[in-house]
T-cell receptor, first 110, second 114 residues
């Protein structure tokens, strides 16, 4: 089993749609969780951290379920500019490198 | 500077030549990472430096790859006797020591081996 797995995608949705991405991780000792976005031919950029209590940033909501080792990202009222690849990132035990999921590509269509 | 700086931004080299890629992390960031991303693929971990600890080299694909870091500053990734399969974007990232902060990536070096 891969350390971090994501929905394979791609997701093609119309503007204004709500879309949800799922991510699972294998290491139950993982400490920190993030969502990154990567635009075509650009470097990944931090979108948001994911906290146990869940957190929201505008149209974006992230949830963490430690018992199920599951992370989600919900995008409401999607915009054309949300088109990108979304990467789930998990930090294992302290002192070890972050593990990136393979990413899920989103295309928001006019 | 305010961000992670990588140089060169693009490098074309002939098969068999050595190349050196440079990364300047954000000042004060103790952790530095190198990743490789082939076209249309995910990020592949290469090496991780954390302060003065021994680096985690578990992701280096072969002994042609090596990396150095001077203290908590500049890092160089060296690829010896480059092969065509080394063609990729090499991304450097840095982060503070706390696990609660994500990485900040540089814009990468696009390496093409011809």
């Amino acid at each position: 089993r891969k350390e971090v797995e994501q929905d394979p995608g791609p997701f093609n949705v119309p503007e204004g749609a709500t879309v949800a991405f799922n991510c699972t991780y294998s290491n139950s000792a993982s400490q920190s969780f993030f969502w990154y976005r990567q635009d075509c031919r650009k470097e990944p950029k931090l979108l948001m951290s994911v906290y146990s209590s869940g957190n929201e940033d505008g149209r974006f909501t992230a949830q963490l379920n430690r018992a199920s080792q599951y992370i989600s990202l919900l995008i409401r009222d999607s915009k054309l500019s949300d088109s990108a690849t979304y990467l789930c990132v998990v930090s294992p035990e302290y002192g070890q490198n972050f593990v990136f999921g393979p990413g899920t590509r989103l295309s928001v269509l006019p | 500077g305010a961000g992670v700086s990588q140089s060169p931004s693009n490098k074309v080299t002939e098969k068999g030549k050595d190349v050196e890629l440079r990364c300047d992390p954000i000042s004060g960031h103790t952790a530095l990472y190198w990743y490789r991303q082939r076209l249309g693929q995910g990020l592949e971990f290469l090496i991780y430096f954390q302060g003065n600890s021994a680096p985690d080299k578990s992701g280096l694909p072969s002994d042609r790859f090596s990396a150095e870091r001077t203290g908590e500053s500049v890092s160089t990734l060296t690829i010896q006797r480059t092969q065509q399969e080394d063609s990729a974007v090499y991304l450097c990232a840095s982060s503070p020591s706390s696990l609660n902060y994500g990485y900040t990536f540089g814009s990468g070096t696009r390496l093409t081996v011809v």
